[in-house]
């Protein structure tokens, strides 16, 4: 049965009062906590010194002044002095005689929290037996005699120094083990390595920032715990780390296929390395994401430094070509005319050449949606095989692919089509085929490998392929099919490599492997859409995923049905009928306390200053959009 905390300190201070030595614990500010009746009784305290709260100050001022310590000519200074060294709470053992003659012992200790616990015990008897035993001992020499006394002195100084250090032991345990479980819940590896480069501490958490490696390393080499490949890239870092000179770098692990940044510190005692702290973390998806943003900061330069160009190239191109037109119209030698169709031809071919550059330069959001990897595939060998001539074989499998991943599907297969025309084009007028393989990589990217039984890539392709312009193709080729995949495999955080084969070329993509986010439970859903076709539309796509949905068309009439009990979704586009727009309406219920979660939708196109405003204050899906990119924006951002 629990007692209270009053009926817990009255048996506390009972247990006490039957203890025959004195005690007192005073805390940090040297305010009494508690004392026993013996205390009291010892020193002849008054009640108001003996009451918790009680000033250690004032004991000592009310003790000095009763002549406890003897005559003291300044006594403002003996208080001070004797508070400074209570402040230091450290361990002290003293024996005092007493102005009636009696010896009392005073051991002291410091407590975990601050403050001190003071025991005062009653040895007179034991000084009369040693003055008794002093006065009939006539044979033991006075040396034996004083040995003896201060032998017994000693051992209860190292009787008191014992229990401090107990003391402190067991606060360094309990230290160690607080220390070990933090470090133990932290989403990272935390390890240190002696000089020999051996694992001397780690808070097992190996395995969850590299998979495949063992937790239990304290011990093991380095070179052991991580394998030889992943050691190879850490070793020089560590040697630097065992020279004194700290390091952070990031690699990426074959092994896990993550990409991990670590930081070696040198562990320097005395001006001497005795070993190196490792911190390592698991940064894939922060990685992945960096190369989306580098991508995208890439295009805003490009659109940038091409737009320009453009504009001055479409003019020149619609001089060019009118010119050509007069040309023709004119009586010319025999030749001219072919001549002229020529040029008119490749004018024409470079406004195509513009149209891609606005294609690739221009912004282009991803629209992530549950994407069915095997269906996608089904319907790009639909797409694709019409396109190839009858002794070119289309071959497409997948394996690991069983439910659907986040994806934009219209992105991916844009670059597949492309990849499989370029394929095409490699094998030419020759029998061959082309293999896509898509699979799971360490549930960590989508890997699909394009491979053709053509020619190849040349050394020059394999390292500019990817550029802009750069073209395998002479003047048949824009030079924009292979930028393109890049670029979109980029701005969804993925990577693109070339390589060849012993039978023709292979281009690897990576896009990263994101499980589609569970659909939001059913509920009442308040759709604010002032386009009765569009507020139709959305309505049958939440209808599928089984919420219940009432319509408004303006800002006040949403504010009118809000008040409405049940209502766990706001889905509203930004611009409405009336004056107020949507981002006026999520303010609205902001400031009437709506906590059910609020999303917006547009047809604006992200540069549009209002869609720009309402991206950096709340949650906005671009038109157009179908009922699965719904549910997933729904799922991904209320779960945030």
């Given amino acids: 049965m629990l007692q209270s905390k009053s009926s817990t300190a009255r048996y506390t201070q009972a247990g006490l009062n039957l203890i ?22 010892m020193f002849s305290l008054p009640e108001r010194l003996v009451t918790a709260g009680a000033d250690f100050e004032d004991t000592i001022l009310y003790l000095t002044e009763r002549e406890e310590y003897g005559q ?63 006065a009939r001992s006539e044979t ?49 590896h935390i390890a240190h390595l002696d000089p020999d480069g051996r694992y001397t501490y780690s808070n097992r958490r190996l395995s969850s920032v590299m998979p495949g490696r063992p937790n239990e390393i304290r011990g093991l080499h380095m070179r052991e715990a991580l394998g030889e490949e992943a050691f190879q890239k850490t070793e020089p870092y560590l040697l630097q780390a065992l020279n004194g000179q700290a390091s952070v770098f990031e ?41 989306a943003l580098s991508q995208t900061h890439k295009k805003e330069l490009a659109a940038k430094m091409t737009s320009g160009l453009a504009h001055d190239f479409a003019n020149l191109l619609t001089i060019i070509m009118g010119m050509q037109a007069k040309l023709s119209r004119m009586p010319l030698p025999n030749g001219a005319q072919e001549l002229v169709a020529a040029t008119q031809g490749a004018a024409r071919r470079g406004g195509v050449l513009l149209d891609k550059i606005g294609k690739i330069s221009g912004p282009r959001p991803l629209h992530p949606a549950p994407c069915d990897v095997p269906a996608l595939l089904r319907d790009l060998e639909v797409l694709a095989t019409p396109s190839l001539p009858d002794d070119v074989q289309l071959v497409i499998s997948h394996s690991g692919l069983i ?50 039984t053509g020619g190849g890539f040349s050394e020059e392709a394999l390292s500019r392929g990817l550029d802009p312009f750069f073209t395998t193709k002479g003047g048949e080729g824009s030079g924009l099919g292979l930028s393109m995949v890049y670029d979109l495999t980029k701005l969804s955080g993925g990577q693109v490599s070339l390589a060849n084969t012993d039978h023709g070329a292979e281009v690897t993509i990576r896009l990263p492997l994101r499980p589609v986010p569970e659909v939001p439970s059913p509920t009442l859903v308040l759709l604010v859409e002032d386009s009765p076709e569009i507020r139709s539309s959305v309505r049958d796509m939440l209808m599928v995923h089984k919420h219940t949905v009432i319509e408004a068309e303006t800002a006040a009439e949403a504010l009118e049905l809000a008040s409405l ?52 204050r709340y949650p906005v899906l671009q038109k157009p959009f179908n009922s699965a990119t719904l549910a997933a924006f729904l799922a991904s951002k209320e779960t945030k």
């Fill in 565 to 616: 009990s049940g209502i766990g979704m706001v889905l509203s586009d930004i611009s409405l009928r009336g004056t107020e727009t949507g981002i006026d309406l999520m303010d609205g219920l902001e400031r009437n306390g709506m906590e059910a979660p609020s999303f917006l939708m547009t047809s604006l196109p992200p540069s549009d200053p209002l869609h720009q405003l309402a991206a950096s």
């Fill in 72 to 134: 003291v000519e300044d006594i403002q200074s003996f208080v001070k002095e004797r508070v400074d060294v209570a402040r230091a709470f450290e361990p002290h053992y003293i024996e005092r005689t007493r102005p009636n003659g009696d010896v009392v012992s005073i051991e002291g200790a410091p407590l975990p929290q601050g403050g001190w616990v003071a025991v005062y015990t009653d040895i007179t008897p034991i000084k009369r037996q040693e003055a008794l035993l002093r």
């Fill in 20 to 41: 025959q030595q004195a005690l007192s614990i005073y805390d940090a500010d040297l305010k009494l906590v508690v004392c026993n009746t013996r205390f009291q009784e």
């Fill in 140 to 188: 033991l020499s006075d040396q034996v005699l004083s040995h003896s006394e201060e032998l017994a002195s000693t051992n209860r100084e190292l009787a008191a120094t014992i229990t401090a250090l107990e003391q402190a032991k067991r606060e360094l345990t309990e230290i160690e083990a607080r220390t070990r479980l933090t470090t133990e819940m932290m989403p990272a």
């Fill in 403 to 452: 439910d659907p991943i986040m994806l934009d599907a219209g992105s991916l297969q844009d670059s597949l089509l492309n990849l499989i025309l370029n394929a095409r084009d490699a094998i030419g007028d020759t029998r061959g085929s082309i293999n896509i393989t898509a699979r799971s990589e360490k549930n960590t990217w989508l890997e699909i490998q394009i491979t053709d």
């Fill in 251 to 291: 690699f990426t692990d074959i092994l896990s296929s993550r990409r991990i940044r670590v930081a070696f510190t040198p562990d320097i005692r005395d001006e001497t390395i005795t070993g190196v702290y490792i911190l390592s973390m698991d940064i894939t998806e922060e990685a992945q994401a960096r190369a």
